[in-house]
């Protein structure tokens, strides 16, 4: 499985930006997309997960202002992220896990949020 990661950027808070990840090779093996992000000096963490059925998971940070979405025709995971803050700031990384719990990470993408 291969993930390819898209939509960082520079924002100012309040703002909105939209990552992409986009999955190829056996995707069939795929049960669950994410989004990780890790800050300069920490450890990464969870964002969202999404499982093939839609259930969803998200850190209590980024509850209520980020969504994430999947589409599985497009084999493509979203990450709406409204009303970001400065504390958002970080290298957003795509998971995929797979069966017998492989699990695969894309390139990271930077997000930087502005006070």
């Known amino acids: 499985v291969q993930l390819q990661a898209s939509g960082g950027g520079l924002v100012q808070a309040g703002e909105s930006l939209r990552l992409s990840c986009a999955a190829s090779?056996?995707?069939?093996?795929?049960?669950?997309m994410g989004w990780y992000r890790q800050a300069p000096g920490k450890q990464r963490e969870l964002v969202a997960t999404?499982?093939?059925?839609?259930?969803?998971n998200y850190a209590d940070s980024v509850k209520g202002r980020f969504t994430i979405s999947r589409d599985n025709a497009k084999n493509t995971v979203y990450l709406q992220m409204n009303s970001l803050k400065p504390e958002d700031t970080a290298v957003y990384y795509c998971?995929?896990?797979?069966?017998?719990?492989?699990?695969?990470w894309g390139q990271g993408t930077l997000v930087t949020v502005s006070s």
């Open positions: 998971n995929a896990v797979a069966l017998y719990a492989n699990t695969y």
């Open positions: 090779g056996s995707t069939f093996s795929i049960t669950r």
């Open positions: 999404i499982t093939n059925g839609g259930g969803t």
